[in-house]
């Protein structure tokens, strides 16, 4: 196959009209069959044709995830042309810089609340001939909307068919601009065969049928919410667009989906939620919580290691699951058979409670330069805290220094219009230097230890992977985020934040008085809470990664003050100079 608009193509016509889209409207799930989306696609490509559009002009989509994305990309590509996704919370700014930076004719945003972001800065972007609104009303000339765009042209159905029989696996897809932590944004140019490679990929990891149901909440202008979108195309399962973030929980017990992916943070969210719940509880209940964790890690451990569950650990289980884990299952929508986790690392705490529970999270990994799918864990083959085996047709190898190296069909063109930034991370022989430190043991599954740049290097001399001590500070049911620092230092401290539903709890139950929760991030009482739950973690762990001293921030970090990125990872960079007061005197004598 040379492109996803082919498998597109030929499920439309297989499934007819079986769903393949389904999003919520007013209140009310609705559904966009096979062949509506067939139609829909159609449409909004005679559009585009009509305005000019040419093989390899580049296309923005500015919006959140939403069913007229997907019907969008797939027009763009079907008659040649190249996505360019931009975030939905990206700034002005931001936007303007990526619709400059990749030479964007058109840039179709959602609404005009993200049209108000970049009205002031098309004069300066000489190139963009059409805004395309999903939603809102036409504006002048330069301002159309998508329901006009369907309306226009005169391109044939057999013609652009036959035009997407001529677009070539080599042909540029997407440029897909990475997060820029370490300067301005660069666009990874990521052709079809990237695509249809990590599309393969997913068909061979995870199995779906006609009428499975997979939810889609992750941004689809990052690479693991795109990919997932194309194995969906590919594979022909139903896909449920999710209102939004605050909605998920929501939305899953609505969808009851069979498969979704998440980035961790969701994952220790719902963590969060059931330790709160807990705290929250009578001393029977916690007692009855810990039997049924314990019976539930005993059972997963068995499945771990490939071993049968006996018959009084079964019932054990089944009680388990009925006073205890039920509960939680259906609130995740009662079908779901694996949910899979990239992005960041996952706790292994988290996901062994989360298995112990009965939900099975496989964690993967990928980046943006390798389309995403590089390694996962399977139903049939998983070990936690690992990400996995390499994905079909993908080489893997460890460099001296530790970092990891990958080569196949999945790894990315170079950045566009950047050949300096490419000769960086790609060999002449194919090689991709991702950047991330790792380790392969003798069963072939990877284990990401952190970021090369991420590395701390203490006074002393000690490489430190921070991420990895921060995912063992956020299974203190009391922190919500962590941020290790230490960097030329001679011992590590810590930025904490807390989760105000449990600590308010906890609170309540001790008698510390409060009317603000402000309040509980300066008690005394609380800080003595943290210090003893940093101290047992401590005991874990070498001297030197040891957390020495640390400080409990007033506010969580969220996108809209600055410190998460759109996938919920902590801007590690952002952080460190926003609260550089605040670090330095953890090191004052």
Known sequence: MENILQAFLKNAERLGKKPCFRY????????????????????????????????????????????????CDLAILSVGAVTVPIYQSNTGEQAAYILGDSDAVIVIVEDLNQLEKIEQRLSGLSKIQKVILITGQKRGEKITTLTEIEKKGSLTRDDWEKGINTIRSKDLCSLVYTSGTTGPPKGAMLAHRNFVASSEACCRLVS??????????????????????????????????????????????ETRPHFFVSVPRIFEKVYERVQAQVQAGSPLKKAIFAWAVAVGQQASRRLQAKKRIGPSLFLKRELATLLVFQKMKKRLGGRLRYAISGGAPLSKEIAEFLHAAGILVLEGYGLTETTAANNCNTPDSYKFG???????????????????????????????????????VLTPDGWFHSGDIGVIDEDGFLT??????????????????????????KTIPYVSQAMVHGDRRKYLSALITLNQEVVETYARNTGIQFKQFRELTIHPKIYHLIQQAIEDKNKNLASYETIKKFVILESDFTQETGELTPTLKVKRKFVSEKYKEVLAKLYQE
């Open 24 to 71: 919520k409207e007013e209140g009310i799930w609705k559904d966009i069959s096979w062949q509506q989306a067939g139609e829909r696609v159609f449409a909004v490509a005679r559009g585009l044709l009509s305005l000019g559009v040419k093989k390899g002009d580049k296309i923005a989509i500015f919006s959140k995830t939403r069913a007229e994305w997907t019907l």
């Open 208 to 253: 779906m049928g006609t009428d499975d149901v997979g939810l889609l909440f992750l941004p689809l202008a990052h690479i693991l919410g795109r990919v997932i979108q194309f194995y969906q195309i590919y594979q022909g399962f139903v896909h449920a667009y999710a209102e939004s973030v605050d909605k998920l929980i929501d939305n899953l017990g």
């Open 386 to 424: 690992t990400v996995g085996r390499p994905v079909y047709a993908l080489e893997e190898k460890i460099a001296p220094d530790g970092e990891i190296l990958i080569r196949g069909d999945q790894v990315f063109q170079g950045y566009y219009k950047n050949p300096e930034a490419s000769r960086e």
């Open 448 to 473: 990401i230890t952190d970021r090369k740049k991420d590395i701390i290097v203490t006074a002393g001399g000690k490489n430190i992977a921070p991420q990895n001590l921060e995912n063992i500070l």
